[in-house]
């Protein structure tokens, strides 16, 4: 039997669940693709048209949050993503078991909303392309 680890098993969700959005692809893990020939790797994203081994335009992008890379996807990457004009962030930390839905203001992150324990349910608008209903307790447990 396959051994998942949290972070692949987290991903591999939201991709499914964007993956409800007619128009939308979802993928766990993608290479995606910056200014001045920089790649990011992305836990997941959401795309409008399926493409190849780099995405150029994704809709969205989640960071699933593991001990080892946790800096790296709480303040560089967002940065990067932010740059490149990306819609959504989604951030994901299984220890602390939240979700936090992020979105691009004139250049900066927004929270748009935060699932954890207290609220773990909601509907969330990924951009115009549609809502998808989030249930935390689904994504974090097996």
Same mark, same amino acid.
């Given at each position: ?33 910056? %200014?001045?020939?920089?790649? &990011?790797?992305?836990?997941? /994203? +959401? ?5 190849? @081994?780099?995405?150029? !335009? *994704? ?11 946790? %800096?790296?996807?709480?303040? &560089?990457?967002?940065?990067? /993503? +932010? ?5 959504? @962030?989604?951030?994901? !930390? *299984? ?22 324990? +207290? ?24």
């Amino acid at each position: 039997m396959e051994v998942v680890e949290p972070v692949q098993r987290v991903a591999r969700r939201l991709a499914n669940l964007f993956d409800s959005v007619d128009g939308l692809d979802g993928s766990s893990s993608g290479n995606i693709r910056l %200014a001045r020939n920089r790649v &990011r790797i992305a836990d997941a /994203y +959401a795309t409008t048209r399926p493409e190849g @081994l780099f995405v150029d !335009d *994704p809709v969205l992008v989640v960071e699933v949050l593991s001990p080892s890379t946790r %800096a790296e996807d709480l303040l &560089r990457k967002p940065h990067d /993503y +932010a740059a490149a004009g990306i819609g959504q @962030l989604w951030i994901v !930390d *299984p220890a602390q078991r939240w979700l936090e839905v992020r979105t691009l203001v004139d250049g900066s992150w927004h929270t748009l909303a935060r699932f954890d324990e +207290a609220r773990p349910f909601g509907e969330v608008a990924i951009g115009e392309h549609g809502v998808v209903t989030v249930d935390l307790l689904g994504l974090l447990d097996d």
